[in-house]
């Protein structure tokens, strides 16, 4: 058996720690159900405590639940009518069916806001989406003869490429998912700190989300816990 497999099996079986909610707190496990609402900041997210109700909004939402993000285009408060104003340049993000939300930046011209969904809740909360950015492209024209290329120029193309972040339930702070940001994270766990370090490169991309989860297991985090459906 690898010996990086056998250490992160270990570890995942000596994490697991008692998930009970007590005093009114509950741990927030990876797939931890939040209080369906709205919320206006981090500390709103952070203590599960949306400040409104889907209930209380109308708007026009549109929701992907295989890539785990939302559209929206309008949100607004019912009870301040027709001039109420539109709540998505002010809100942090929202829960919908237990799973919060993170606002995107919002591209320059897009019509619709994006959310991205927390696929992983914990101390390190993990979410991906698709964005657009512009890059530089070289095209080439080759001789037919030798195979090398006599001229070469160069182009800016819109390309879309996929977003891993990582959010710090501690402090908000969010966090490119890559190898370094995960160094830093995972500084305070030296034996699992060791074994990222040990990673071969073609495992990487599977086995530093092994990571992730695996220190959310050991380092608890909690929150006000869910109210009863």
């Not at 708007?59 to 559209?71: D, I, L, M």
């Not at 991906?128 to 160069?154: D, G, H, L, Q």
């Not at 160094?183 to 989300?209: G, S, W």
Request: glycine share 6%.
């Amino acid at each position: 058996m690898n010996p990086v497999s056998f250490l992160l099996g270990i570890l995942l079986i000596l994490g697991i720690g008692n998930l009970s909610a007590q005093d009114g707190q509950a741990i927030v496990t990876k797939n931890y159900k939040f209080n369906d609402g709205i919320y206006f900041s981090f500390s709103d997210f952070q203590k599960n405590r949306p400040v409104l109700e889907w209930s209380e909004l109308h708007g026009n939402v549109f929701s992907n639940p295989e890539n785990f993000t939302v559209k929206a285009e309008v949100l607004k408060q019912k009870s301040l009518g027709p001039s109420a104003e539109n709540l998505l340049d002010s809100i942090w993000g929202f829960t919908i069916g237990g799973i919060p939300y993170y606002k995107i930046e919002k591209e320059k011209d897009a019509p619709l806001t994006l959310f991205s969904g927390m696929r992983v809740r914990g101390e390190l909360c993990y979410f991906s989406y698709e964005a657009r950015e512009e890059k530089e492209i070289v095209f080439s024209a080759y001789n037919p003869v030798t195979a090398r290329p006599f001229r070469s120029s160069t182009e800016k193309r819109s390309l879309k490429i996929k977003k891993e972040k990582i959010l710090l339930m501690k402090t908000g702070e969010v966090m490119d998912y890559n190898f370094e940001n995960m160094m830093i994270c995972l500084k305070d766990d030296p034996v699992l700190l060791r074994a990222l370090n040990q990673i071969e490169y073609y495992e990487l991309e599977e086995k530093m989300f092994k990571c992730l989860l695996i220190y959310n297991d050991r380092h608890i985090i909690k929150t006000n816990a869910s109210n009863p459906n």
